[in-house]
C-alpha cells in the first residue's frame, strides 16, 4: 500500500493523522505501507493556523513509527513502512542522515530519496550540490543501509495509468511504485520448481504458470476486502499486480552456474523477459 502524505494535521483529505488512520488498518491486517512525505512542509516552518511550527517529514516518519512499532502485521511481525522524500525537500540533509546514530530508531522504516533524471545529469558534473548530496546519500548508505533511491522520472515514464495520477513512491520493499492509496497484490514464482537438467529451466512449464499465476493474483483481488473505501477505489480502477521470482539462488547452485557472472545475469535477462 502507498499514501500520499498531505501537509496538514487533522483538517484536510489524507492529512499526517487521517493517514496514520490508513496505515493502522492496513498494518493490523498484514499490509506493508509506503508513505510519500514531499508534500509536508519543511521542520520549523510556520503553521498559520495554530501559529506554531512544523515539525516536518522526519518527525512525522518517527510518529509513524511508533504506530508501527505498537502494532504488528497480523500478530506476526513488525510492521514493514517506506519512507520516501524528493531530494529537492528542504529537509532532505535531516532525511538522509535520521538514521546515522540510531538506526533501530526508525527500525520499521526503509528510506529512500526520490531522484529525478535532471538530478542524475548534475550528479555526474564536478562541484554541483547534486554530485555532493549523493555522495552524502552514499555515506549514510554505507553506515546503516539507507537510504535507498527512487528513480521518479524513470517509474514515471512505465507508468500504465499516468492520467490518474503520479507515481510518487513504493510500497514498503520498493517492487512497485504506486498511486496514492494504492494497493499491490504481489507473488513469486520460485524458480527452483522449473530446474530442468537440459536446458536448466523449462521454459514451457513457466510460460504456463506465469499465466495461470497473473489470472491467480488478478482473482485474489474480487475475493479481497480493503481497510477504506479510497483503497478498494483504487484497487479495483488500477487492477495492479506484481508477480516476481525467488528460488534463483538455488536453481543457479542447481545448474553449477557461478551467482556473480556473466552467465547468470544472461539467464536472469532470459527468464524476466
Known sequence: FKFDVADCMLDGHDGIMET???????????GGVGYYLGNIRSKGALVNSTHGKAMGPVAVMRFYHALGSMLTQSG????????????THPDIIDFITCKDQDPQGLSTFNISVSLTDDFMQKALLEDTYERALLWKMAE???????????????????????????????NPCGEVPLLNN????????????????T??????HLERFTRLAINYLDD???????????VTDA?????????????????????????ASEQAVELLGE???
Not at 20 to 30: F, N, R, S
Not at 199 to 204: H, K, S
Not at 220 to 230: S, Y
Open 20 to 30: 496514520a488512520t490508513k496505515a493502522a488498518m492496513v498494518t493490523k491486517w498484514g
Open 76 to 87: 506476526k511481525r513488525d510492521a514493514a513502512q517506506m519512507g520516501i522524500l524528493p531530494a
Open 140 to 170: 549514510s548508505a554505507w553506515k546503516t543501509g539507507d537510504p535507498g533511491v527512487y528513480f521518479v522520472d524513470a517509474a514515471e515514464r512505465m507508468n500504465p495509468t499516468p492520467w490518474a495520477g503520479k507515481l510518487t513512491g513504493t
Open 182 to 197: 494504492e494497493p499491490c497484490n504481489l507473488g513469486s514464482i520460485n524458480l527452483r520448481r522449473f530446474y530442468d537438467r
Open 199 to 204: 536446458t536448466i529451466l523449462d521454459y514451457t
Open 220 to 230: 485474489v483481488l474480487d475475493h479481497n476486502t480493503f481497510p477504506v473505501q479510497e
Open 235 to 259: 484497487a479495483f480502477y488500477t487492477r495492479k499486480l506484481g508477480l516476481g521470482v525467488c528460488g534463483w539462488a538455488d536453481l543457479l547452485a542447481l545448474a553449477n552456474i557461478p551467482y
Open 271 to 273: 527468464v524476466m523477459s
